[in-house]
């Protein structure tokens, strides 16, 4: 499969982009605003795996280059820019396409982190309005620390959810995540629970900011 992480320049595409490169055989793509942007840190991916034993082909694109390569469409991006990217690449995805939002909105006051989701209810169902109509769209990935997947010398043992309206995507969703070595992917349904899951990010940075020892807080359900 082709995944292409759009904003995969940043923190979470950095993370996923390596495991996934590092932990499976699907072809990585990295897309940026600028495509000059993206090559060079798909170079950078390459050169981490590579000081790993691993030779790995990371290409990089412009964000529209990198959705129309794909199979899987990774949103990487800010809550807040999201919707135009979707935008920006709506006339090369379609119903072969899953797009996937690993965004959370969020505000930070003296208290700490919460939960502020677009007025439509999430950024799930933002992108779900944004994207045409016959793209299926995914959440996931929501709760994972970019620290703890950008580095591979953690293990990891972790959940997140997926939620969305299309059960196919979400199984290929689960299942794109799982292949990540110690992470489980459960189904948390429709993209109306789509709030609830990508609330449980701001919980678990709170939890890190109010627990010594706990930077890059992970969830584990039994
Ligand atoms: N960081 C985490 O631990 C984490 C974990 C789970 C989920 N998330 C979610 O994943 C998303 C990305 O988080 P992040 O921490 O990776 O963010 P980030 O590093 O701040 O940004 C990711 C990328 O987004 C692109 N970008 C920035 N401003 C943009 C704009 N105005 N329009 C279009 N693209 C823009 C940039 O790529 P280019 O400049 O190359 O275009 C940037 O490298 C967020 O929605 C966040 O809620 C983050």
């Known amino acids: 499969m082709r995944i ?11 993370g ?7 932990d499976t055989d699907h072809e990585v793509l990295i897309g940026s605003r600028d495509p000059e942007k993206a090559r060079a840190k798909a ?24 959705a129309d390569r794909a199979d ?18 709506a006339d090369v995805i379609d119903e072969d396409t899953v797009l996937v939002s690993p ?18 209810g999430s950024v799930t169902e933002l992108v779900q309005r944004r994207a045409p109509d016959d793209v299926p769209v995914v959440g996931a990935f929501h709760n994972l620390a970019a620290d703890r997947l950008a580095n591979l010398d953690v293990e990891f043992d972790l959940d997140t959810l997926a939620v969305g309206d299309d059960e196919d995507a979400r199984d290929l969703v689960a ?8 992470l489980r992917v459960l189904d948390a349904g429709p993209a109306a629970n789509a709030a609830e899951a990508e609330s449980v ?3 678990v940075i709170n939890i890190a900011m109010n627990n010594a020892d706990m930077h890059d807080v992970g969830v584990r359900y039994l």
């Open 4 to 14: 292409a992480l759009l904003g995969g320049t940043g923190d979470i595409g950095e």
């Open 16 to 22: 996923l982009a390596l495991r996934w490169a590092y």
């Open 43 to 66: 170079e950078e991916y390459e050169t981490e795996l590579d000081s790993r034993g691993l030779e790995r082909d990371v290409k990089g694109f412009d964000n529209e280059m990198a």
């Open 72 to 89: 899987v469409v990774v949103l990487a991006v800010p809550a807040y820019h999201i919707g135009d990217v979707v935008e920006g690449v």
């Open 103 to 120: 965004a959370v909105g969020m505000s930070r006051d003296d208290d700490g982190m919460h939960y502020n989701p677009p007025s439509i």
């Open 175 to 182: 299942n794109l995540g799982a292949e990540i070595e110690g």
């Open 201 to 203: 990010t701001p919980l």
